[in-house]
């Protein structure tokens, strides 16, 4: 254990998603040594990050104003809505140019060890643009783990209505991966989702 004021620096950077004790170690080391690192212009971007980023009204998604550049692009294909647990999975899911269409943030996943169902998502919001919308197509891509499946089953099974196709984005084994090296229900999901070479 260090001085106070260093152990609690140490502890505020562990309390960051995926900084373990190394690394916010690190982390405090960095700026308490590092005399030419400024940390006033971090805690300014902190400041002016949490009074000015918004959700969008209509998605979710993380933006500077009510509305978000995806929900205001007229040029989105308005018939499809990709559902996803986070704003970053919005990016990640961008960084690949295979959808135009627009998108749909729950805020995270149902995890009953976590306290998180249904209500603690927004799946209402969900289901009110696909009342008031000419959406054809949902596609579920939540992530592929235990919490992600049950979200994805959940509103599979919600979102059951005529006129309205309901989709999962394909799992399977990734590019560059040895199939000795995958799990049962990888592999499983590879052998579901096959398809045909012509």
Do not use: W
């Not at 998603?17 to 308490?32: E, M």
């Not at 030419?36 to 990050?49: F, G, I, M």
């Not at 999975?89 to 269409?101: K, M, N, P, S, Y």
């Not at 009110?128 to 939540?142: G, K, Q």
């Amino acid at each position: 254990m260090y001085d106070s004021g260093v152990q609690d620096l140490i502890d505020e950077f562990g309390k960051l998603p995926g900084v373990g004790p190394k690394s916010a170690q690190r982390i405090a080391f960095f700026i308490i040594q590092n005399a030419a690192y400024d940390p006033t212009k971090l805690s300014e971007l902190l400041d002016t990050v949490r009074e000015k980023v918004k959700f969008c009204h209509i998605c979710g998604m993380i933006s500077d104003s009510d509305t978000c550049g995806f929900c205001s692009d007229s040029k989105r294909n308005q018939a499809l809505i990709c559902v996803v647990e986070e704003a970053k999975d919005v990016l990640a899911i961008e960084r690949t140019r295979e959808f135009r269409g627009l998108y749909h943030v729950l805020g995270g996943a149902i995890s009953p060890i976590d306290g998180i169902g249904p209500d603690d998502l927004r799946i209402s919001e969900l289901l009110s643009r696909l009342a008031n919308s000419s959406v054809t197509e949902v596609i579920i891509a939540t992530d592929p783990n235990l919490e992600g499946e049950a979200t994805a089953t959940y509103l599979s099974r919600l979102l059951h209505q005529p006129g309205l196709s309901v989709t999962r984005l394909a799992s399977g084994l990734p590019v560059g991966g040895d199939l000795e090296y995958a799990d049962e229900v990888t592999l499983g999901r590879a052998f579901e989702g096959r398809r045909s070479f012509s």
